[in-house]
Nanobody
Framework: QVHLMESGGGSVQAGGSLRLSCAASGRTYYRYCMGWFRQSPGKQREGVAALDNAGAGTFYTDSVKGRFTISQDNPKSTLYLQMNSLKPEDTGMYYC????????????????????WGQGTQVTVSS
């Protein structure tokens, strides 16, 4: 079991930055694919970025490449999402999630692959 709790959301103007955090507790010593997802009203949940906590790579959806950076701290207890040059279309509820095992380029964006989810943190970007 892994418990996840997000923080760091808020309201910013376009072009601004936010850093989201996801505190993990429980069996964090296992290998997980750690993902960030977002959902806007009326839209499907979308995979934003993922990180293999064994150091096997990071993955991003095309719309955030070059603007967002996913990282983790050394004890693997906190996952981060640094979001720069924010746009109104980045608005949504952001969730972190954990999928036991390694990340793969095919499966990391698929929300049904992830067993554990946080409660979410709201990000609002105004124009």
């Amino acid at each position: 079991q892994v418990h996840l709790m997000e923080s760091g959301g808020g309201s910013v103007q376009a072009g601004g930055s936010l850093r989201l955090s996801c505190a993990a507790s429980g069996r964090t010593y296992y290998r997980y694919c750690m993902g960030w997802f977002r959902q806007s009203p009326g839209k499907q949940r979308e995979g934003v970025a993922a990180l293999d906590n064994a150091g096997a790579g990071t993955f991003y959806t095309d719309s955030v490449k070059g603007r967002f950076t996913i990282s983790q701290d050394n004890p693997k207890s906190t996952l981060y999402l640094q979001m720069n040059s924010l746009k109104p279309e980045d608005t949504g509820m952001y969730y972190c999630a954990a999928d036991p095992g390694a990340c793969s380029s095919a499966s990391w964006p698929l929300d049904y692959e992830y067993n554990y989810w946080g409660q979410g943190t709201q990000v609002t970007v105004s124009s």
